[in-house]
């Protein structure tokens, strides 16, 4: 599997030693080299289709030479409630992705899924009402953003998140984005990532499942307007299910 190699390689870089469920919120130091802004545009990612709520759609995904899949979600301005699952075969979703965001223009639902270099599809299910349709597109990914996502892993030592606790971080007005990466050592991942603004108002989050957290991470980037964003992420899973989370500005 493509990066697996350097998950791997990133899993022995020592992390952070320390722990508490109350953390001190620091802003990273490193930022990324920025993507460009319309590789996350709906129109340029691909096939491009309105979902109405409570329906659903699928792309398929056949080539097993290719991993990373790019899954890109808006709306007109209104709040987008949405579950992306990977399916491989008949009957097998080794990942699914809960996304929630409060303005699905401002802030619209950005992640790479892999698909364990197999012929795959993905599935996207408007779990919102009828009146808030979303549009959504899905394709492999180019390789500016699948190499963003593996500089990721070397931009800094992230932070081991043990099971049932929380890690947050603060942003200021000058980010425009942030991305995150989640992911375990093949363990199950289960674990939410918030996007607030002011105390515990959160504006956007995923929640994920996965049976295998390395094979299958979590990758997603937030649109960061204005001032006071904080990222937080909780670690969903039993304590003896840790994760590591990697995040940094874009």
Request: charged share 15%; with cysteine.
């Amino acid at each position: 599997m493509k990066f697996l190699s350097g998950i791997v390689a990133a899993l022995t870089v020592g992390s952070a030693s320390a722990f508490s469920v109350n953390t001190p919120a620091v802003q990273p130091k490193t930022a990324l080299k920025s993507a460009v802004a319309s590789e996350w545009d709906i129109s340029s990612i691909g096939r491009s289709v309105r979902i109405e709520g409570s329906s659903r759609e699928h792309w398929e995904f056949p080539d097993p030479n290719q991993e990373i899949v790019q899954v890109g979600i808006d709306s007109s301005g209104r709040p987008v409630e949405a579950l992306a699952e990977l399916w491989i075969g008949p009957d097998w979703t080794p990942m699914k992705v809960k996304a929630y965001t409060e303005d699905g223009m401002m802030r619209p639902i950005q992640t790479l899924i892999g698909t364990r270099n197999k012929a795959a599809a993905i599935d996207i299910n408007n779990t919102g009402p009828g009146d808030f349709p979303l549009n959504a597109a899905a394709c492999y990914a180019n390789p500016g953003l699948v190499a963003q996502r593996a500089d990721l892993l070397t931009a800094n030592q992230g932070r081991y998140i043990e099971g049932g606790a929380v890690h947050s971080v603060n942003f200021d007005a000058t980010v425009d984005q942030v991305q995150v990466l989640l992911y375990t050592d093949t363990r199950q991942l289960n674990a939410q990532v918030e996007l607030l603004n002011g105390p515990n108002n959160f504006k956007q989050k995923y929640e994920v499942f996965t049976n295998n957290g390395l094979l299958n991470s979590l990758y997603v980037v937030f649109n960061t307007p204005g001032s006071g964003n904080v990222v937080r992420v909780t670690n969903l899973a039993p304590l003896e299910f840790p994760c590591k989370a990697f995040i940094a500005s874009v």
